[in-house]
T-cell receptor, first 115, second 115 residues
């Protein structure tokens, strides 16, 4: 049973560029959330996708956008990269309707470095 | 807004001794609390959760947590720590809104278990 998979594992970009990160949820899950974890900090919620729509969003600028595909996989796009966007980006999946008892399952993340 | 706080940046303990990682929470309504562990360059692994019921929650790898409503705390405990327990630990609260179910994390506590 495949868990949450993210690609790529590492990425180096230059300020002003754009980046796309990818996530495949755990088998059977239909909801994908994205988190940003800066060095030495806890993860911060970016947004959540369900039924191919953004359902909830954290305090992140519009430079951060996403997409969910019919197979439930998801992409996180960041435009006009800033040095402060350097972080570990975590994808988490869950199954809608399972309620508050279901924990989120996290991937190993994509380490983004902006130079 | 819901929040959790982890007052200790780092906890040092000798192998075989009890381990406690502290967490306090602030929520409106019933708290849905979680503990996750993160090993270097990895995602977050679910340890345990409190939704309702017994105040002592049993989790993975011998960990347990004690929910205390009067002190608004949810401390993580392990009776006998192992060197392999050295990692970063995060407490989180689930924001159970109609539009989604994001997690709000604390800043993390680094645990170092010395042989």
């Amino acid at each position: 049973d495949a868990g949450v998979t993210q690609s790529p594992t590492h990425l180096i970009k230059t300020r002003g560029q754009q980046v796309t990160l990818r996530c495949s949820p755990k088998s059977g899950h239909d909801t994908v959330s994205w988190y940003q974890q800066a060095l030495g900090q806890g993860p911060q919620f970016i947004f959540q996708y369900y039924e191919e729509e953004e359902r909830q969003r954290g305090n992140f600028p519009d430079r951060f956008s996403g997409h969910q595909f019919p197979n439930y996989s998801s992409e996180l796009n960041v435009n006009a990269l800033l040095l402060g966007d350097s972080a570990l980006y975590l994808c988490a999946s869950s199954l809608a309707g399972t309620g508050k008892n279901s924990p989120l399952h996290f991937g190993n993340g994509t380490r983004l470095t902006v130079t | 807004a819901q929040s959790v706080a982890q007052p200790e940046d780092q906890v040092n303990v000798a192998e075989g001794n009890p381990l406690t990682v502290k967490c306090t929470y602030s929520v409106s309504g019933n708290p849905y609390l979680f503990w996750y562990v993160q090993y270097p360059n990895r995602g977050l692994q679910f340890l345990l959760k409190y939704i309702t019921g017994d105040n002592l929650v049993k989790g993975s790898y011998g960990f347990e947590a004690e929910f205390n409503k009067s002190q608004t705390s949810f401390h993580l405990k392990k009776p006998s720590a192992l060197v392999s327990d050295s990692a970063l630990y995060f407490c989180a609260v689930r924001d159970w809104g109609a539009a989604g179910n994001k997690l709000t994390f604390g800043g993390g506590t680094r645990v170092l278990v010395k042989p």
